[in-house]
């Protein structure tokens, strides 16, 4: 009956922990659902469209359980994003995306984020690179400029 019990408390146990993480790969998945709007309008070179997608960005990331996400990631994510949608000017918008993208980087390897691959591209000419949920180079620094400037460089399982 003893190994009958610390069976189930074991089990119970695995349980919670297992969709208490889930609930956090949840949080982050939408976080970066957000992130994928808000580089999408960059690349479409509309800033009125990227500091809406930045605000949406920012009401998520004030839903996220704040011991999901190191606090350190979390202030810069705020900083950056609050940075673009406060922003008309595309490329004071890009120069933000920047840090907002090294931190989304930063957290995509820490979180499950998404059943499919999630590929970390990059821009020689703006030495930054950005998420992505496609193999497809659509460059968010530079837009219409240079849309297919880029490569991979890392896959995210």
Known sequence: MK??????ALFIS???SVSAQSKKNAQVSKLYANYLAVKTALASDNASATAKAAADFSGTLATIDKKAVPEKSLTVLKKEA????GNKNIEA???AFHGLSDEMIVITR???ISENPVYVQYCPMADASWLSSEKKIVNPYYGSA???CGNIK???K
């Open 3 to 8: 190994k009958y019990i610390i069976a189930v």
């Open 14 to 16: 695995t349980a919670v």
């Open 82 to 85: 609050a940075l673009i949608s």
């Open 93 to 95: 918008q890009r120069k």
């Open 110 to 112: 820490a979180f499950r």
């Open 146 to 148: 240079m849309l297919s």
């Open 154 to 156: 890392a896959e995210i």
